[in-house]
């Protein structure tokens, strides 16, 4: 058998790559590329000049060089010399870790912009592309905008990669429109509910509406402590209220108010009878919050008709919540969910399955994951400690 016809007949876990080369530059090689470059004063003034975070890769998309504000990101003292690894894995890109020859060669590097934008300087020409890094750290997500561009030196192929960090004003846009998109739809609501009630001929009629009001009141008031929580969440400020409860009685509760959601209009949520039963101390509030985006979550993602399953049972010392939908999400979806900015639902709506991860991760000391296949459907998977870890930021919650 020859070599193309193995490489043909090779499986999945046995490939080196899927998208970019996986072969590697030896180490000494990429030190002696490093003295090259480092020891040419131009070359050194241009890189150092650049507020972005900079680094020259060799043609096999190992670090050469990189400057000072890339060296400040990754918190590296002046005397180390990090080369030899790649553009993901210095940001520790879950991806690159996954990956079967690291950053670039895992199947979800095709929609990396960073991946596409290499790909085309290492054919030659300059490039440019978005791309979000989940990080191995929850809560450090980032969104960078990438240009690199070939150049040849003393004849060697090399690249130049500039990132610049769009987060902040993405987040500022993308919590705007999120704010103001929800809020004012809300709003508009309980409006049209007390005009309403304002033209009823008889004040019977105008009763009826009353808990149709104040429901929809009830929401407004949630989405602003939504909001406000999300960014106490980011910026580390977020404090719990931990309080015993009986997982089975909350999710009764949270299935009972999303009966009546538009996102449940002809569509059903079944929570298993064998829910709950045993008890847990955790902050109800921001468990709340999770599963209830988890249950909003599969109620748009099925036709109508559909049928939503939650439920939650003891595992050892940990609680585990189930939601069941029967769609399958496509592919670009899985390999993008639980990252800032992206969304099925159009630009601007990417908090809801990233702040399900930041909220389970960071504050309630959980995980969160997720199955999706034709013949089972989806299911989320959000697993939480009976008792809350040693550790966590403990204040009361203000209303």
Known sequence: MNTAT????ATDTERATFFLPAERAPLAEVLRQHALLAG????????ESSLSLTVILNKQRQGVLLNEAFRARLNLAESEVPVGSRHGEYFGCVRASQAPSGCGTAKECRNCGAAK???????GRTSTGACRIQTVICGLDLSLLVRASPF???????????????????????LERIFFHDVLNTASGVQGLLHVMQDADEPATAQQYIPIAKR??????????????LIAAESGELTLTQTAIDPGDLLTNLVGMLASHTLARD????????SGGFSMTTDKTLLSRVVLNLVKNALEAVPRGGVVTVSCRKEGNSAVFLVHNPTCMPPEVKNQLFQRSFSTKGAGRGYGTYSIRLLTETYLGGEV???SEPAEGTTFRAVYPLLPPVGLSVAPRSA
Do not use: W
């Open 216 to 229: 929809a009141s009830d929401t407004l008031i949630d989405e602003l402590t939504c909001q406000r929580d």
């Open 117 to 123: 934008a290499l790909a085309g300087a290492l054919a």
């Open 369 to 371: 994951s997720f199955t």
């Open 152 to 174: 040849e030196y003393k004849g060697e192929n090399f690249v130049m990669v500039s990132a610049s960090d769009m987060e902040p004003e993405l987040r500022r846009q993308q």
């Open 6 to 9: 193995t490489k043909n007949c």
């Open 267 to 274: 569509r059903h949520i079944v929570l298993t009878p064998d």
């Open 40 to 47: 040419d004063p131009v070359i050194s003034s241009m890189m």
